[in-house]
């Protein structure tokens, strides 16, 4: 059963940067897609950015640029470095292990899927 345990969240001025991880176990990482996500108050949740099994990665427009996705299948690792952090940008932030198709992304559905989150808070 996989579990997802995210960190590196915290308080950053504007223009900031942090670098998230999220923690996959389970025997199937190397072989997983993942997503980035996340979720300002009053908001529903988005996808911001996904890497595949492979290594290919897609970003949504907003982030494009600032954030960068990556894995390290050694660790069972991935990772979203983000910099030029705006005010905007503050949310709690999520993994996901879901599934590639072409270019989009499915989300895991169950619980198990999502990472406990971690909070991100830009000061402007």
């Known amino acids: 059963q996989v579990q997802l345990v995210e960190s590196g969240g915290g308080l950053v001025q504007t223009g900031g940067s942090l670098r998230l991880s999220c923690a996959a176990s389970?025997?199937?990482?190397?072989?997983?897609?993942f997503g980035w996500y996340r979720q300002a108050p009053g908001e529903q949740r988005e996808l911001i950015a996904t890497i595949s099994s492979g290594g290919s990665t897609d970003y949504k427009d907003f982030v494009k640029g600032r954030f960068t996705i990556s894995r390290d299948n050694a660790k069972n690792t991935v990772y979203l470095q983000m910099n030029s952090l705006k005010p905007e940008d503050t949310a709690v932030y999520y993994c996901?292990?879901?599934?590639?198709?072409?270019?989009?992304?499915?989300?895991?559905?169950?619980?198990?899927?999502w990472g406990q989150g971690t909070q991100v808070t830009v000061s402007s």
């Open positions: 389970g025997s199937t990482f190397r072989q997983s897609d």
């Open positions: 996901n292990l879901g599934q590639l198709r072409g270019s989009y992304y499915y989300p895991g559905r169950g619980a198990n899927y």
